[in-house]
């Protein structure tokens, strides 16, 4: 299997991969434009690990304090 890197790929062999993603699983009617969503990899300003990344930083959020009173229990000694 070839590199995915930027060093090792040319921008339109990026963008072929990309479409290449589309079409292997499924997501061309899944309202997700992949093209768009690894704009910046297609660019070769980030790797396709760092675009992730940042997508599912966004889903991350802080875990509520046992003294705050938002947490549900779960999982806290009694």
């Not at 590199?3 to 292997?24: G, H, M, N």
């Not at 760092?50 to 779960?74: H, K, L, Q, T, W």
């Amino acid at each position: 299997m070839k590199s995915t890197l930027i060093k090792d790929t040319t921008k339109s062999e990026r963008i072929q991969l990309v479409k290449q993603w589309e079409e292997d699983e499924g997501c061309d009617n899944c309202g997700m434009d992949l093209l768009t969503y690894f704009k910046d990899y297609i660019d070769g300003i980030k790797e396709i690990s760092e675009v992730n990344a940042e997508f599912n930083a966004r889903y991350i959020s802080e875990i509520p304090d046992e003294d705050s009173g938002m947490s549900c229990g779960m999982g806290m000694r009694r």
